[in-house]
C-alpha cells in the first residue's frame, strides 16, 4: 500500500467500443453493472473522441499525448523507426514520464506499437496482441506463452481471441472458457500489481483487446442478448454515407460488404456479450483496487481507442469520423476531487490522458492535450475546437474533422468533399447541412487550415491551398489475417493443401501463400 500522497493512477481501455454502450448512460438493452459504478464514481465526459479513429494511431496518442500531426501515424502502417521518432518530437512516453516522477509504471495487455514489442517506459509490461504476424510474435506475446505453458490442452487455438479473415465480423463463441480468455488474463494480471507492496504510488495501464471483432464472447456470455431484441443499424443515403471511400473499401476488406439484418442483429448481441464480460472482468479489477484500502487515493479513467459502426451508415469497422466510429466513452473519477455522477459536455480527446496523468501526480504536462482537471471548474480551460485526422497528408486518402459546438465538419481530401453535420439535432448523422451553411464551413475549414500549418504539415498543402485530388474509388481487396507466426499466410490455391495432422507429428495446420 503506497503511503504516498500523489494518488495511484489506473487507465482502463477498451478496443472499438461505442460511446452508446453504458447502461447507465442510456442505452436499455445492455447490462454493464461495473461500467455504471464507474459513472457513479465520477464524471462521464459525452463529448469524448478518438481524433484518429483506429488502433494504432489511438494508442500512439494515448501514450505520446500529442495528435497524429505531431507523432506522424495517421493509419495503421507506420514508417520504420516511428516509435523512436515520436519520442524525439515530442518527449518520453507517459510511462516515462510517470516513473520519472516517483510512481511504480506497469502496463498489460493490447499496445500494438510497432515493432510489436516496442519499450513504451513501462517498469512492468505483459503484452497480449491480436495477431502474431512475425516468427517468434506467438512465444513471445505474454498472453500466448500463458495459454502454451499453463492451458496446452488449448494451445491448437490458431486464433486465440476468435477466427478473422472471413470470419471478422460472423457472430462466434470463444473456443476458450471465460476463465483464461485474454480478458481474464489481463484482469488476473491486473489485480497482482494493485497487491504489489511497495511503497510508491502506482500508474497502472490495463489495455483490453474486446470487445473489437470477431465478437466472440465466452459461454455463457455468448447468450446472453437475444438478437430478435436488438435494434438495426441506422443508415441514411448510401451516397453520403459512403462518401468516404474508406468505408465501403474497409467493408468489403473484412468480408462485411453484404451484412443482412438477421446477422447485423446477430452480431449486436455478441458484442453486448462481449462488453458485458469485459464488464464483468473490470468489474472484479475495481473490488481490488477497493480492497487494496486504496480507492479513494486512485485516479481511474476508463475510454476506448475508437469505436464500431456496427452497420450504422451501412458501415463496418472504423476509421470514418461519423460519430459511431470515432466518439467513445470517456469516465473520469477522483474520489473527492472530481464530483460523482456528474455530466460533463466539453469536447474531450484521447491525448487529454497524458495531462489527466501528470496533473493528478503533481507535474502537470499537457502537450497537446486540454487541461482537464483544471476545466472540471474553469471553463478557459476547455477547448472549443477539436481536430481529428486519418490517412497520409498529401494523399487522396487524408482526410479530417473539426468539431465546434454542435457542428462536425468533414473534410475529404479525395473529391474533394466536405460534409457538415449538427449532432446535437442530427444525432445519427443522416442530414447533411453544408449547403445552408457555406460560411460556417468556410470558416471551420480555415480552422483546419490554420492548425494544419501551426503544425507543419506540409504535406496537406498545395501552395495556400488543401491538397485535393479528383475523386476516386479504391480498388477493393481482401485482408487475410491468419497466424502468420506458425506459418500460416492466407488460404491455399489447393484444398488439398491444408489437412489435420496429428500433434504428434504436426503442432499446426499448414497453408500455402496466396
Known amino acids: 500500500m503506497s503511503s504516498n500522497t500523489q494518488p495511484n493512477v489506473l487507465f482502463v481501455m477498451t478496443d472499438q467500443q461505442r460511446f452508446d454502450t453504458l447502461a447507465a448512460l442510456g ?35 494515448i501514450l505520446s499525448g500529442a495528435q497524429p500531426t505531431r507523432t506522424n501515424v495517421y493509419e495503421n502502417g507506420v514508417e520504420p523507426g ?53 516468427e517468434g510474435s506467438r512465444p513471445g506475446d505474454d498472453y500466448a506463452a500463458f495459454i502454451a505453458d499453463e492451458h496446452p490442452e488449448y494451445n491448437w487455438i490458431e486464433a486465440l481471441m476468435g477466427e478473422r479473415t472471413d470470419m471478422y465480423y460472423m457472430p462466434q463463441m470463444s473456443a476458450l472458457p471465460a476463465d483464461i480468455t485474454v480478458e481474464a488474463w489481463a484482469t488476473d494480471r491486473a489485480i497482482e500489481q494493485v497487491q504489489v507492496d511497495d511503497e510508491r504510488p502506482w500508474f497502472g495501464y490495463v489495455s483490453y483487446i474486446g470487445p473489437h471483432p470477431p ?131 466539453e469536447l474531450t480527446c484521447l491525448v487529454d490522458l497524458f495531462g489527466i496523468a501528470t496533473s493528478a501526480a503533481g507535474a502537470p504536462q499537457l502537450r497537446q492535450g486540454a487541461d482537464i482537471l483544471a476545466g472540471l471548474n474553469d471553463p478557459t480551460h476547455q477547448r472549443e475546437l477539436l481536430f481529428g485526422y486519418h490517412g497520409k497528408p498529401g494523399t487522396a486518402r487524408f482526410k479530417a474533422m473539426v468539431r465546434r459546438g454542435p457542428h462536425k465538419l468533414i473534410w475529404m481530401a479525395n473529391g474533394p468533399h466536405t460534409l457538415l453535420f449538427d449532432v446535437a439535432t442530427d444525432p445519427h448523422e443522416l442530414t447533411p447541412v453544408q449547403d445552408r451553411h457555406p460560411q460556417l464551413v468556410a470558416e471551420l475549414v480555415g480552422e483546419l487550415v490554420a492548425e494544419l500549418r501551426r503544425d507543419g504539415v506540409d504535406a496537406a498543402f498545395d501552395g495556400n491551398d488543401l491538397r485535393t485530388f479528383k475523386y476516386t474509388v479504391r480498388p477493393l481487396v481482401r485482408i487475410d489475417q491468419f497466424d502468420v507466426s506458425r506459418g500460416v499466410t ?8 491444408v489437412h489435420y495432422a496429428p500433434p504428434s507429428q504436426s503442432t499446426h495446420s499448414t497453408a500455402a501463400a496466396r
Request: net charge negative; charged share 25%; with cysteine.
Open 215 to 345: 465478437f466472440a464472447p465466452p459461454l455463457p456470455y455468448n447468450r446472453m442478448y437475444d438478437p430478435d431484441r436488438m435494434p438495426l443499424p441506422v443508415s441514411g443515403d448510401l451516397a453520403v454515407d459512403h462518401l468516404d471511400q474508406q468505408i465501403p473499401w474497409m467493408n468489403h476488406a473484412v468480408y462485411a460488404e453484404d451484412v443482412d439484418d438477421h446477422r447485423a442483429r446477430a452480431l449486436k448481441a455478441r458484442y453486448y456479450g462481449e462488453i458485458s464480460y469485459i464488464d464483468a472482468c473490470i468489474g472484479r479489477l475495481l473490488d481490488a483496487v477497493e480492497e487494496s484500502g486504496e480507492a479513494d487515493n486512485t485516479v481511474i479513467c476508463f475510454y476506448s481507442d475508437h469505436g464500431d459502426h456496427l452497420g450504422d451508415h451501412t458501415a463496418w469497422q472504423k476509421e470514418s469520423f461519423f460519430e459511431a466510429s470515432t466518439r467513445i466513452p470517456f469516465l473520469l473519477s477522483w474520489p473527492g476531487r472530481i464530483a460523482q455522477g456528474e455530466r460533463r459536455d
Open 27 to 61: 442505452n436499455e438493452e445492455i447490462f454493464t453493472p461495473n461500467l455504471d459504478r464507474l459513472v457513479d464514481r465520477g464524471a462521464v465526459f459525452d463529448n469524448a473522441y478518438a481524433t484518429c479513429p483506429v488502433c494504432v494511431p489511438s494508442r500512439y496518442s
Open 490 to 497: 492466407g488460404f491455399p490455391d489447393a484444398p488439398a493443401e
Open 82 to 134: 516511428a516509435h523512436d521518432a515520436i519520442v524525439e518530437r515530442v518527449g518520453p512516453y507517459l510511462a516515462t514520464v510517470m516513473g520519472d516522477l516517483g510512481y511504480r509504471t506497469w502496463g498489460i495487455g493490447k499496445f500494438h506499437t510497432i515493432p510489436w514489442d516496442a519499450d513504451s517506459g513501462f517498469e512492468f509490461q505483459l503484452r497480449s496482441e491480436e495477431l502474431y504476424l512475425a
